[in-house]
């Protein structure tokens, strides 16, 4: 069977997700189950897995969806803990008085305290922490669900105390697949380093666009065309760009110089102490302040009790804080916390007498530690009564357990494309087959392509990580196969991988789970594949013109 058959027999599932959800506007959790299905099928009978093998994959997928719900509980349980305590209303009355407009304080949630929590976290972190914020600050939940996944397109490649490149990349590049050429520790390092070129480049000008697409999807009737939007834009744009240029030079020089542990983290503290500072001087803001439109509140929305609250403003940042200091002691290499929390693990060696090892390191996720400690806490320093507590745990697994079935199912289908690789009748797998084709057709203008099957990537699986494990030996061989820089075609995997993020099912049901919307999938998805689209077509075109000059390279 020819690879370009392979290719479009593979691409069914992902057409159907999207066509489902984007064009019918199924909710996520019935379209990721004919994906499913879909996946299954092919599986076993074209690529002819063999059923304890595909069985096998199917729950592998299921068992690694559990890391993604105990973040998403985690998350929702601190959320409705601070909602209850009055935090969140304190922080909104503290932030509106520090600045009212709302282009404002999206840019310091979504470029400052966003790109810090991606850095010192990652996996899903940032938009679970930050669009419950924007809720507070009197954002919709729509809008506060795009654009905690928007803001964190340019921040997963070098985020996560370096997980996506060395857990990531370094994990499939070793010596077999270099020969030689280069030390594995040295490619990782120029991988790092493009990589903060193409994404410090994207962080520059992401808060501007924020601020357009704020203004055309949320702003009001005259706003929401394109000379309106960019009309609105304008007066914001100094603050944007300043704060997007900064971050995203701290971004890339740490990434080039440094390497991908701590980029992220610095350009997050960059912008958000830089924005702080303005506010604080009124330097840069918008003359006239603007303000979202007045919206109907959604009945399935989780209110705070608490909006006039007299809550001391260092108490109610206190839990944030706490969040903060905690993923950086428990991230950061070199502390001994992280080996520390690693050492737990529940393993299941050969799932279903296969050869696929499932391990669960349950303390080192985010939604275990810190969330549910810093949760406890604030229950005890803002003094919750008993039955408010109580409440906010029964709330937190009634909304955890809806988006659940949603989250195993999206997982489990995309090991059973990555696996289906291991066939009897020496098939290259689904995933595997998409990204040959891809390289085959696109040719000289591959690296237009390769951010594209980086964003794939993360669609399918939800992780920059887990993207760059599918793709990497792919785009390296691509690369080689066409005599283009092996080093800047990871970089465009890893970048692309990022993107992806913002369009991801997992993450987009994740978002909608923590702040309770319901059957908005869709229409998140829609929205953000447009800004995917844009920047992951810049990126590419970054590649196409450097990799004439870097010829030289490996």
Same mark, same amino acid.
């Given at each position: ?19 489902? !959800? ?150 499939? !590049? ?157 991230? !950061? ?222």
């Amino acid at each position: 069977m020819s690879m370009l058959s392979l290719a479009l027999a593979g691409g069914l599932p992902i057409l159907t997700i999207l066509l489902l !959800m984007a064009w019918l506007r199924w909710p996520a959790a019935r379209a990721m189950a004919c994906g499913w299905l879909v996946a299954s099928a092919l599986g076993v009978l074209l690529w002819r897995m063999p059923p304890l093998w595909w069985a096998a994959s199917a729950l592998y997928g299921a068992l690694q969806a559990l890391d993604i719900v105990l973040i998403v509980f985690g998350a929702i349980l601190l959320m409705n803990h601070l909602r209850a305590s009055g935090a969140i209303g304190a922080i909104r009355q503290h932030l509106g008085h520090l600045v009212q407009d709302a282009r404002i304080q999206l840019l310091l949630i979504g470029l400052g305290f966003m790109t810090l929590i991606e850095g010192v976290a990652g996996f899903g972190t940032p938009g679970a922490l930050g669009a419950p914020l924007l809720t507070g600050l009197g954002f919709p939940p729509l809008a506060a669900a795009a654009f905690g996944l928007l803001f964190n397109g340019s921040n997963p490649p070098l985020g996560a105390a370096g997980v996506p490149v060395n857990g990531g990349i370094g994990s499939v !590049m070793d010596e077999g697949v270099l020969q030689g050429a280069m030390e594995p520790a040295a490619f990782l390092r120029g991988v790092a380093g493009w990589t903060g070129v193409f994404t410090g480049s994207t962080l520059a000008i992401m808060g501007a666009l924020g601020v357009f697409l704020l203004l055309l999807w949320f702003g009001r009737p005259d706003e929401r065309t394109l000379r309106g939007a960019w009309r609105g834009t304008r007066p914001a744009l100094p603050f944007a760009l300043t704060l997007g240029v900064l971050a995203g030079t701290a971004q890339f020089l740490v990434g080039w110089f440094v390497g991908p542990e701590l980029p992220t983290a610095v350009a997050g503290l960059v912008a958000l102490g830089t924005g702080l500072m303005l506010v604080h001087r009124r330097w840069l803001l918008p003359r006239e302040i603007w303000q979202l439109p007045e919206t109907e509140p959604d009945p399935g929305e989780i209110e705070s009790p608490d909006e006039a609250s007299t809550m001391p403003v260092w108490l109610a940042w206190t839990p944030y804080i706490v969040v903060v200091v905690l993923l950086f002691v428990t991230r !950061m290499p070199g502390l001994g916390v992280r080996e520390l929390l690693q050492q737990v693990t529940v393993r299941w060696g050969r799932v279903l007498g296969q050869e696929i090892t499932y391990t669960l390191r349950p303390l080192y996720i985010p939604g275990v530690i810190p969330f549910i400690p810093v949760a406890l806490l604030t229950a005890l320093i803002h003094r919750m009564p008993s039955e408010e507590v109580a409440r906010a745990w029964r709330q937190t697994a009634h909304q955890t357990l809806r988006i659940a079935a949603t989250l195993l199912v999206a997982v489990s289908m995309a090991q059973i494309m990555i696996r289906s690789a291991t066939n009897p009748v020496g098939y290259a797998g689904m995933m595997q087959s998409l990204g040959v084709a891809l390289a085959r057709v696109a040719g000289p203008l591959y690296p237009v392509a390769a951010p594209w099957l980086g964003a794939l990537g993360a669609f399918m699986t939800g992780s920059s990580t887990s993207s760059n494990i599918l793709f990497s030996v792919v785009q390296h061989d691509a690369a080689a196969s066409l005599g283009l820089p092996r080093t800047l075609m990871v970089a465009l995997q890893n970048a692309g991988g990022g993107l992806g993020n913002m369009i991801s099912v997992l993450n987009i049901a994740a978002v909608c789970g923590v702040l309770g919307l319901q059957r908005a999938e869709g229409g998140l998805l829609r929205r953000l594949l447009v800004p995917t689209a844009i920047l992951a077509t810049l990126v590419g075109l970054g590649g196409l013109l450097l990799a004439p000059l870097l010829a030289s390279i490996y």
